[in-house]
T-cell receptor
């Protein structure tokens, strides 16, 4: 498809397990963002990639969270030793922007993570 | 950290009425954007207004920006039941920041048929 694709759409896991969430951005979009959204809240910034490198990872809550984008396209958000507080919808977005002026973000439908 | 703050948190109106949502922010910005989110779905971009613009229109949407007050408003005219959704403002910081967008908590709009 032409939009941002996220898999899985739903993930239920047990506390302490490892989880990977995948994002396939729109072809040609150099910028890729990960956000986390809890119920009734706005999206909370996690990390932003420009190409293969993480330009800003200041939103990652702790060292259990890590994200990669090895070829400048698909990105994977990795969460180690999951905790119940990690339960949320994880949103990925991509953008054509390469300069300092942030343009329109195109969002995927999100991956809903539930940690039991 | 929270940059944009929308108000009201929730708004309920009748079909055909206008809906106005406000957003306040704290730091200088390059641009401000409004997004819409239907329940359980991803966000959809509505409109972008740059820091040197004061007003912008797109169909039934009208956005204003007052950089002196660090505030913006989104007006939806002649609302429809299909406009029921949450609306978020998002800003990027003009100085010292990266190109990330910071979102507010949103306004939940309900348009009653």
């Amino acid at each position: 498809g032409a939009g941002v694709s996220q898999t899985p759409s739903n993930k239920v896991t047990e506390k302490g397990k490892y989880v990977e969430l995948r994002c396939d951005p729109i072809s040609g979009h150099t910028a890729l963002y990960w956000y986390r959204q809890s119920l009734g809240q706005g999206p909370e910034f996690l990390i932003y990639f420009q190409g293969t490198g993480a330009a800003d990872d200041s939103g990652l809550p702790n060292d259990r969270f890590f994200a990669v984008r090895p070829e400048g396209s698909v990105s994977t958000l990795k969460i180690q030793r999951t905790e119940r507080g990690d339960s949320a919808v994880y949103l990925c977005a991509s953008s054509l922007t390469s300069g300092r002026d942030t343009g329109e973000l195109f969002f995927g439908e999100g991956s809903r993570l539930t940690v039991l | 950290s929270q940059q944009g703050e929308e108000d009201p948190q929730a708004l309920s109106i009748q079909e055909g009425e206008n809906a106005t949502m406000n957003c306040s922010y704290k730091t200088s910005i390059n641009n401000l954007q409004w997004y819409r989110q239907n329940s359980g779905r991803g966000l959809v971009h509505l409109i972008l207004i740059r820091s040197n613009e004061r007003e912008k229109h797109s169909g039934r949407l009208r956005v204003t920006l007052d950089t002196s007050k660090k505030s913006s408003s989104l007006l939806i005219t002649a609302s429809r039941a299909a406009d029921t959704a949450s609306y978020f403002c998002a800003t990027d910081r003009a100085q010292g920041g990266s190109e990330k967008l910071v979102f507010g908590k949103g306004t939940k709009l309900t348009v009653n048929p």
